[in-house]
């Protein structure tokens, strides 16, 4: 059963920093790209970065460009995601989901497994 399970999620003061874990049961995720997703209350989900099979290129979105770090660890079959310099606005649930693209197609529709998300709050 293929299946992604994110943790790491939690409560921090603004300033603070968390780290995120995305393991993969069931497949091998270094054939995947993967993408992180975050859904704040009330608001669409939004797509912030993205780990390519092919060579590792790395990419995010504007509003964690120099804050977030994504990398993989393949002997652990574990995606991470660093998050430094937290602010309110990062408050969110966050998603890891894999893509069978080797590269990062930019599109939330190429990406068919999700994990359930993890919490994350940030107070001011």
């Known amino acids: 059963q293929v299946q992604l399970v994110e943790s790491g999620g939690g409560l921090v003061q603004a300033g603070g920093s968390l780290r995120l874990s995305c393991a993969a049961s069931g497949f091998t995720l270094d054939a995947y790209s993967i993408g992180w997703f975050r859904q704040a209350p009330g608001k669409e989900r939004e797509g912030i970065s993205c780990i390519s099979s092919r060579d590792g290129n790395t990419y995010y979105a504007d509003s964690v460009k120099g804050r977030f770090t994504v990398s993989r660890d393949n002997a652990k079959n574990t995606v991470y995601l660093q998050m430094n310099s937290l602010r309110p606005e990062d408050t969110a649930v966050y998603y890891c989901?894999?893509?069978?693209?080797?590269?990062?197609?930019?599109?939330?529709?190429?990406?068919?497994?999700w994990g359930q998300g993890t919490q994350v709050t940030v107070s001011s």
């Open positions: 989901a894999a893509d069978p693209h080797n590269y990062c197609s930019g599109y939330e529709s190429t990406f068919g497994s």
